[in-house]
């Protein structure tokens, strides 16, 4: 059972990454998925979460409006696609995967079964 993390890398501000986050081992449309991020000197910060059954997704403040979490269950992967990507979301993003998970515990890291390793997010000029 494995999460692999991937798509990390070096932006501009206002430039996109898309991140995949893809399982071996388990079918992800059996789990919710979260995204997670780590900024140095800073604690682990939930990001966003896609639900298992009706794909039904939800948002940090902070990154609404310009990341968008989806899944393609043929693929078994879950993707976020980060835009408008600003200075403050250099970090190290994980994903997450969640059996079984009640929506106000989405935020909670314990509440996750999986992880995978984590990709690096740097925003710079």
């Known amino acids: 059972v494995q999460l692999q993390a991937s798509g990390g890398g070096l932006v501009q501000p206002g430039g996109s990454l898309r991140l995949s986050c893809a399982a071996s081992g388990f079918t992800l449309d059996h789990y919710g998925i979260g995204w997670f991020r780590q900024a140095p000197g800073k604690e682990r910060e939930w990001v966003s979460f896609?639900?298992?059954?009706?794909?039904?997704?939800y948002y940090a403040d902070s990154v609404k409006g310009r990341f968008t979490i989806s899944r393609d269950n043929a693929k078994n992967t879950v993707y976020l696609q980060m835009n408008s990507l600003k200075p403050e979301d250099t970090a190290v993003y994980y994903c997450a995967a969640a059996g079984s998970v009640i929506l106000t515990m989405i935020r909670r890291g314990n509440e996750y079964d999986y992880w995978g390793q984590g990709t690096l997010v740097t925003v710079s000029s």
């Open positions: 896609i639900s298992s059954s009706e794909g039904n997704t």
